[in-house]
C-alpha cells in the first residue's frame, strides 16, 4: 500500500530535497572554509603592513652607513698610499691580509696590476702590527733619511736588523769588560792601608771614661 | 508517466552525484587554502618581528659615523706627522 503512495511526483519532490540538502551543506561548510580564509588573510596584511613601516627607512640608513664606509675606506687607502707609496703599500696590505693585493685599491685600479712586494717576508707580522701605530713603532726609531730598511734579498735577518739592538749591530762599539790580574793592562797602586795593622783607637774610647 | 520516472531517476542517479562532487571539490579546495593562509600569517608575523631590529640600524649610523670621524681625525694626524713617501 505504502509502494502504491509513492508516485513520480514524490520521487521528484525527494531527489530536489536531497539536492537542496546537498547544497546547503556544502555552501555552508565553504562559506566558512571561507571565513577562515578571510581572517587569516587579514592576519597576514596587518603583518605585511607592519614589514613595509619597519623596513621603509631601512634603505636611507644602509645607504648613510655604506656611504660613511665608503669614506673611510677612501681616507685609508689614500693615506696609506700617500705615505708608503703605492707599491707599499699594495705589499704592506698583502703582507697582512695575503691575496688582497689581486683585489687592489678600489680608487686606484693600477693597483690591481702591481706585483706586490713581499714585505712579509722581510718585515715580521709584529713589525707591521707595530709600524701600523705610527713613530712609538721600534721601525720608526731608525732614521728615515738613511738608507732603506727593507732588503728583498735578506730575508730574516733584515727583519732583525730592523730594531734598534746594538748586540746585533755593533758590538765593537760597546764597553769592554775590564781585564783584572797581575796581567791586566790597566794597574792600580796598592793601598797602604791593606796589611798593615789595624789603628788603634783612641785611649779615652778604650778606657770607657 | 513513464517519461517522469525516467527524469527522476536521471535527476537521483547523475544530476544529483555531479552536485555533490562539484560542491564537495569546491569545499576540498577552500579547505586546503586555510592552512597555507594560516602558514603565511605566522610566517609573516615572524618577519615582521625580525624587522622589529631595524631600529637599532640608526644606533649604527651613528656609531660608523662616530668611528669614521675618528679615523678621519687620526687619518689628519698621522698625514702630518708621517712623512709622505716622496
Redesign the interface.
Known amino acids: 500500500m505504502v509502494v502504491l503512495a509513492i508516485g513520480p511526483g514524490t520521487v521528484t519532490v525527494v531527489a530536489l530535497l536531497l539536492i537542496v540538502l546537498a547544497l546547503v551543506y556544502y555552501l555552508v561548510s565553504t562559506i566558512m572554509a571561507l571565513s577562515a580564509i578571510t581572517k587569516g588573510l587579514d592576519e597576514v596584511i596587518v603583518n605585511v603592513t607592519e614589514i613595509i613601516e619597519k623596513s621603509a627607512p631601512v634603505n636611507d640608513v644602509v645607504d648613510a652607513i655604506n656611504g660613511q664606509l665608503d669614506a673611510g675606506v677612501d681616507l685609508l687607502e689614500g693615506l696609506l698610499v700617500k705615505k708608503a707609496g703605492l707599491v707599499d703599500a699594495v705589499g704592506l696590505v698583502d703582507g697582512l691580509y695575503p691575496g688582497a693585493a689581486a683585489a687592489g685599491f678600489r680608487n686606484f685600479p693600477e693597483s690591481t696590476s702591481i706585483e706586490a712586494p713581499r714585505i712579509s717576508e722581510v718585515y715580521t707580522k709584529g713589525t707591521l702590527t707595530l709600524a701600523r701605530l705610527g713613530r712609538e713603532a721600534p721601525i720608526a726609531a731608525a732614521n728615515p733619511a738613511g738608507p732603506v730598511l727593507r732588503n728583498v734579498e735578506g730575508g730574516s735577518l733584515a727583519a732583525r736588523l730592523l730594531y734598534p739592538s746594538v748586540r746585533h749591530t755593533a758590538p765593537p762599539e760597546l764597553p769592554r769588560s775590564p781585564v783584572i790580574g797581575t796581567d791586566a793592562p790597566v794597574q792600580y797602586e796598592q793601598r797602604d792601608d791593606i796589611g798593615a795593622p789595624r789603628k788603634r783607637l783612641p785611649a779615652s774610647r778604650v778606657g770607657g771614661g | 508517466?513513464t517519461l517522469?520516472?525516467i527524469?527522476?531517476a536521471v535527476?537521483?542517479v547523475v544530476?544529483?552525484p555531479v552536485?555533490?562532487y562539484l560542491?564537495?571539490g569546491?569545499?576540498s579546495a577552500?579547505?586546503s587554502?586555510?592552512p597555507s593562509?594560516?602558514s603565511?600569517?605566522a610566517t609573516?608575523?615572524a618577519?615582521?618581528k625580525d624587522?622589529?631590529a631595524?631600529a637599532l640600524?640608526?644606533t649604527?649610523?651613528s656609531q660608523?659615523?662616530q668611528?669614521?670621524a675618528g679615523?678621519?681625525n687620526y687619518?689628519g694626524s698621522?698625514?702630518v706627522?708621517?712623512?709622505?713617501?716622496?
Do not use: N, Y
Not at chain 2, 81 to 86: N, P, Q, R, T
Open positions: 508517466m517522469w520516472w527524469g527522476d535527476l537521483l544530476v544529483l552536485v555533490v560542491l564537495h569546491v569545499l577552500a579547505r587554502i586555510v593562509v594560516r603565511i600569517a609573516t608575523a618577519g615582521s624587522l622589529d631595524t640600524l640608526l649604527t649610523q660608523v659615523e668611528t669614521v679615523v678621519a687619518g698621522l698625514d706627522i708621517i712623512d709622505d713617501a716622496e
